[in-house]
């Protein structure tokens, strides 16, 4: 087999980018190793950005999420009792997109489906060849048989755990990196929201996030020691610490329900770079973790795929190496500004096991000064609802 572009990976970054190829001409493959229902099944992200909304709309995939979306102006900051709302509309005149990644990329398997875009799914061993030279090609085991497809370029689209990042040497690689002490136990249950905008409360219980996908699908989160397992959380143990760290505002009307998913995520933050290494270029979560307390991880992946089609199509329809030359620099400008805010939220609103009392304070005092100054707020909305690409 040949084709211009082999994508690793059939999450969002992966089916995105295959979407924008394809509409522009540039053929590709996409290599997932799941099935399409396993990945179908996952539940991720909740919180899209003004530039992900407009390049899901670009790639012919928008449609259900303008019907179905929840547009959002603002969110809610808490610290115990006090609630600080931060108005996006007001203060950056742009909004976000309440809209599940489960759905978004449900949208992208259609949209790829209605193109007859080539998708082989359950595929095993990948193994990317030649990268760095003028000739890549991927090997990859599918329906039981060893097989080969020579392309121009390979985009690594497989995320924290795939090869295409390991492809590139060590010596090449430098990789950044902080892990929290802590993880997101997150629940989903067919209950209705606590608030109308999302709440990040700080409480002395920890962090809570409480979050929607509908308004009979609520997404919560409580921040849990990285020792917990889900085996540990009963609901009852779940809606009492939530219950303990939101306002008691919101917390006394909240309606609990039985849990129909319930996960616990690691938080870190990560970059590998560059992101580049001859032909392969890694793109989303293959080259870089946000956690998930800024809602950047899949929009991160989206500007690293804004850049990325743009520069292979350039490539591969006129043969102008300008764009992939300054894809790993242009994307990393975006990644670092990302990385920083999705820390420094983290930071602002998780309690540290062992913290003494003045980091207790920096929080307090973080919160109040988001409370009283109008330049704290805009610099929050300007980061959350996403940077210029
Ligand atoms: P993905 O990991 O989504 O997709 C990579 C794909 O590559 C997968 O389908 C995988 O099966 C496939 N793959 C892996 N290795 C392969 C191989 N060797 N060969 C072929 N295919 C291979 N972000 C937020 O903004 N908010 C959140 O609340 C949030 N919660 C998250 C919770 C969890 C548990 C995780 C893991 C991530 C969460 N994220 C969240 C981040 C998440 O949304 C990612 O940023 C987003 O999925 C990135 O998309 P991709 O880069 O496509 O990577
Ligand atoms: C979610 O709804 O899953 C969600 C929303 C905002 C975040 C993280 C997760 O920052």
């Not at 309440?98 to 949209?111: F, R, S, W």
């Not at 085996?231 to 143990?237: H, N, P």
């Not at 979560?285 to 199509?313: C, M, R």
Request: aromatic share 8%.
């Amino acid at each position: 087999m040949r084709t211009d572009v082999v994508i690793i990976g059939g999450g969002p970054s992966g089916l995105l980018l295959s979407q924008l190829l394809n509409r522009a001409g540039v053929d590709t493959v996409v290599l997932e190793r799941a099935s399409r229902a396993h990945v179908l099944g996952r539940i991720r992200a909740g919180v899209l950005e003004a530039g992900t909304v407009g390049m899901l709309q670009q790639a012919g995939a928008g449609d259900r999420m303008l019907r179905e979306g929840m547009p959002h102006d603002g969110c809610i900051f808490s610290d115990d009792d006090l609630m600080v709302r931060i108005d996006f509309a007001e203060l950056t005149g742009k909004t976000v997109m309440v809209y599940g990644q489960t759905e978004v990329t449900a949208d992208l398997y259609a949209a790829q489906d209605a193109i007859g875009a080539t998708i082989l799914h359950e595929v095993s061993d990948v193994a990317i060849r030649d990268a760095d030279t003028d000739a890549p090609f991927v090997a990859f085991t599918h329906e039981g048989a060893r097989k080969r497809i020579d392309c121009a370029y390979v985009a690594g689209c497989d995320g924290f755990h795939g090869v295409s990042r390991k492809t590139i040497p060590e010596s090449v690689r430098r990789e950044h990196e902080r892990v929290y002490p802590f993880g997101w136990l997150g629940v989903l249950s067919r209950t209705p929201p606590a608030h109308e905008e999302l709440i990040y409360a700080n409480s002395a219980n920890g962090f809570a996030l409480a979050s929607m996908r509908n308004p009979m699908l609520s997404r919560y989160y409580v921040q849990v020691p990285l020792s917990d397992r889900v085996e540990d959380w009963s609901d009852d143990r779940f809606w009492e610490r939530l219950t303990s760290c939101l306002p008691r505002e919101v917390a006394g009307t909240l309606v609990t329900g039985p849990s129909v998913e319930k996960s616990i995520a690691p938080l870190r933050s990560f970059v590998s770079e560059p992101l580049r290494w001859g032909r392969l270029f890694l793109v989303g979560d293959a080259a870089h973790i946000v956690p998930p307390t800024g809602a950047k991880g899949l929009n991160l992946a989206v500007s690293d795929v804004f850049y990325l089609h743009q520069a292979l199509i350039r490539a591969v329809r006129h043969g102008e190496t300008d764009g992939i030359d300054s894809y790993s620099a242009r994307a990393l400008g975006r990644i670092w500004k990302a990385m920083r805010f999705s820390w420094s939220m983290t930071m602002m609103l998780h309690r540290f096991d062992g913290e003494d009392s003045f980091a207790a304070e920096m929080r307090k005092a973080t919160l109040l000064h988001l409370a009283q100054s109008e330049t704290a707020r805009r610099d929050l909305a300007e980061n959350y609802i996403g940077l210029p690409f």
